[in-house]
């Protein structure tokens, strides 16, 4: 929903005043920050794909969050330096990522349905497959004493429900639509999406903040990882073909992604080893999950690209087991 700005502050200054803010949280205490790790994250990624909505207009806050994150994993790497595994991994980063986060819900809302099933402040009886309106008991629908066998049993469906009050069936037929018109209003209420949205802004970034992402590759890979999987169970697409599963312009992210990361470790791996060891293994295991989600063809693909680049690079040194 568009939010309002406050007095005295254009959709400029609101801004860049959201920005500073954003960045204001490397400032906080390092004990606060491990104490409030998970809700942070969940702000911050929350704060990236639904950035909120001024006069219209969408602020863009995207990279600013996005290098936020990187600067909360990287401070916490170094609070907690004895939690990192031996392939630069931070215990509490990677609990937050497999108990903790979760991406937002991208279904629909349907009028007159309740989002709160089963909580306590939810109204009426909330059961799988029988609507809450549909009585629990047989009391007000009472069987004809002259013949058991006339319908009178209570209503199991909606529809039912319809033709017992009214007495005629309900006709949907003015109300039907195809699935590519049910798509169309998912695409246009739709938000954005955290592997997208994360692919995205690695992609783009530069400078210091695609630096930052580098040494924190394993937790975006991750990240990014759980998010894909969980998309695809809350859309339902975990048994359609894999070609099917993820957009084009979310592949091309991939590939552009996995592509920069290859020239990184092929280019750096002298000057920098530790970073690039670490970086080169949190590729590997990117890859390895990729395998169980998306086409194994377009994997393997990249697998092929990151081969043909270290057996070039291998081909100019003189050394080349320095590479291993």
Same mark, same amino acid.
């Given at each position: 929903?568009?939010?309002?700005?406050?007095?005295?502050?254009?959709?400029?200054?609101?801004?860049?005043?959201?920005?500073?803010?954003?960045?204001?949280?490397?400032?906080?205490?390092?004990?606060?920050?491990?104490?409030?790790?998970?809700?942070?994250?969940?702000?911050?990624?929350?704060?990236?794909?639904?950035?909120?909505?001024?006069?219209?207009?969408?602020?863009?806050?995207?990279?600013?969050? $996005?290098?936020?994150?990187?600067?909360?994993?990287?401070?916490?790497?170094?609070?907690?330096?004895?939690?990192?595994?031996?392939?630069?991994?931070?215990?509490?980063?990677?609990?937050?990522?497999?108990?903790?986060?979760?991406?937002?819900?991208?279904?629909?809302?349907?009028?007159?349905?309740?989002?709160?099933?089963?909580?306590?402040?939810?109204?009426?009886?909330?059961?799988?497959?029988?609507?809450?309106?549909?009585?629990?008991?047989?009391?007000?629908?009472?069987?004809?004493?002259?013949?058991?066998?006339?319908?009178?049993?209570?209503?199991?469906?909606?529809?039912?429900?319809?033709?017992? $009050?009214?007495?005629?069936?309900?006709?949907?037929?003015?109300?039907?639509?195809?699935?590519?018109?049910?798509?169309?209003?998912?695409?246009?209420?739709?938000?954005?999406?955290?592997?997208?949205?994360?692919?995205?802004?690695?992609?783009?970034?530069?400078?210091?903040?695609?630096?930052?992402?580098?040494?924190?590759?394993?937790?975006?890979?991750?990240?990014?990882?759980?998010?894909?999987?969980?998309?695809?169970?809350?859309?339902?697409?975990?048994?359609?073909?894999?070609?099917?599963?993820?957009?084009?312009?979310?592949?091309?992210?991939?590939?552009?992604?996995?592509?920069?990361?290859?020239?990184?470790?092929?280019?750096?791996?002298?000057?920098?080893?530790?970073?690039?060891?670490?970086?080169?293994?949190?590729?590997?295991? $990117?890859?390895?999950?990729?395998?169980?989600?998306?086409?194994?063809?377009?994997?393997?693909?990249?697998?092929?690209?990151?081969?043909?680049?270290?057996?070039?690079?291998?081909?100019?040194?003189?050394?080349?087991?320095?590479?291993?």
């Amino acid at each position: 929903k568009s939010k309002k700005i406050p007095p005295r502050m254009n959709e400029i200054a609101f801004e860049n005043e959201l920005k500073r803010s954003i960045m204001d949280i490397n400032n906080a205490k390092g004990e606060t920050l491990v104490q409030f790790l998970p809700l942070i994250l969940d702000r911050l990624i929350s704060l990236m794909v639904r950035p909120p909505v001024i006069g219209g207009n969408i602020v863009n806050c995207g990279q600013s969050t $996005f290098e936020a994150i990187a600067q909360v994993v990287l401070t916490v790497h170094g609070l907690l330096d004895e939690k990192n595994d031996h392939n630069g991994r931070n215990l509490l980063l990677a609990s937050y990522i497999h108990y903790s986060f979760s991406i937002p819900y991208q279904g629909l809302i349907h009028q007159g349905s309740s989002p709160n099933i089963g909580s306590p402040h939810s109204q009426g009886y909330a059961t799988l497959g029988r609507p809450s309106s549909l009585p629990v008991s047989k009391a007000n629908y009472q069987r004809s004493s002259s013949n058991p066998d006339l319908a009178g049993s209570t209503p199991t469906s909606p529809d039912m429900e319809f033709s017992t $009050f009214t007495g005629r069936p309900l006709d949907r037929s003015g109300s039907m639509k195809t699935d590519e018109a049910g798509q169309g209003i998912a695409k246009l209420r739709g938000k954005k999406l955290v592997h997208e949205e994360l692919a995205l802004q690695w992609v783009v970034s530069s400078g210091s903040t695609r630096e930052l992402a580098l040494n924190n590759a394993w937790f975006f890979f991750e990240l990014m990882v759980k998010a894909m999987a969980e998309h695809l169970d809350q859309v339902d697409k975990l048994c359609v073909p894999r070609q099917m599963r993820f957009p084009d312009h979310f592949v091309d992210d991939v590939t552009s992604l996995v592509t920069m990361i290859i020239k990184d470790v092929v280019d750096r791996y002298i000057k920098e080893p530790p970073l690039i060891k670490t970086l080169n293994t949190s590729l590997a295991f $990117f890859l390895h999950d990729l395998l169980s989600l998306m086409d194994r063809g377009f994997v393997f693909h990249l697998i092929r690209e990151y081969c043909r680049a270290m057996s070039y690079k291998m081909k100019q040194l003189s050394d080349p087991t320095s590479l291993m």
